[in-house]
C-alpha cells in the first residue's frame, strides 16, 4: 500500500510540476507535456515528455533528483555519453539503492537545453 500511495504522490507532483511549468510565462508553448529538467554537467534546463505508466524494473536507469536546488536533475543529458534517453529512476524510499520500492519510468527529454528555466 505505501508503493501504490507513494506512486501516487509522485505521479501528482509530476503533473503539479508540468501543470505549474506549461502554465508559467517561461515555458516554451508546444515543447512537451511534462517537467523542467535541470542537467548538471550542462548547466541547462530541458522540457520533457512524461508518459503515464510506469516501467518495469528492467535495464538500465538514469537517477532523477527531486531535491535538487534547481529542480527535478539529473547528472547527464542529451549528447552525454551515458545519457539514457530519459529512462528514469526516483528513489522513493530514499535507500540509495534502485529497487522494487522506487517508481522507474521514461520522460525524454527535448533540445536544446537553455541556461534559463
Given at each position: 500500500?505505501?508503493?501504490?500511495?507513494?506512486?501516487?504522490?509522485?505521479?501528482?507532483?509530476?503533473?503539479?510540476?508540468?501543470?505549474?511549468?506549461?502554465?508559467s510565462s517561461?515555458?516554451?508553448?508546444?515543447r512537451g507535456?511534462?517537467?523542467?529538467?535541470?542537467?548538471?554537467?550542462?548547466?541547462?534546463?530541458?522540457?520533457?515528455?512524461?508518459?503515464?505508466?510506469?516501467?518495469?524494473?528492467?535495464?538500465?536507469?538514469?537517477?532523477?533528483?527531486?531535491?535538487?536546488?534547481?529542480?527535478?536533475?539529473?547528472?547527464?543529458?542529451?549528447?552525454?555519453?551515458?545519457?539514457?534517453?530519459?529512462?528514469?529512476?526516483?528513489?522513493?524510499?530514499?535507500?540509495?539503492?534502485?529497487?522494487?520500492?522506487?517508481?522507474?519510468?521514461?520522460?525524454?527529454?527535448?533540445?536544446?537545453?537553455?541556461?534559463?528555466?
Amino acid at each position: 500500500m505505501v508503493k501504490k500511495t507513494s506512486f501516487a504522490l509522485l505521479l501528482g507532483a509530476l503533473a503539479t510540476i508540468a501543470a505549474v511549468s506549461l502554465s508559467s510565462s517561461d515555458a516554451v508553448a508546444g515543447r512537451g507535456n511534462g517537467p523542467i529538467v535541470f542537467v548538471v554537467s550542462q548547466g541547462l534546463y530541458y522540457d520533457s515528455i512524461v508518459t503515464a505508466d510506469p516501467l518495469p524494473m528492467k535495464g538500465p536507469f538514469q537517477m532523477l533528483n527531486p531535491n535538487h536546488p534547481n529542480g527535478l536533475a539529473t547528472m547527464l543529458g542529451p549528447g552525454d555519453p551515458g545519457y539514457l534517453g530519459g529512462r528514469w529512476w526516483v528513489d522513493l524510499d530514499g535507500n540509495g539503492e534502485m529497487n522494487e520500492g522506487d517508481h522507474f519510468f521514461l520522460c525524454p527529454l527535448l533540445g536544446p537545453g537553455r541556461e534559463e528555466r
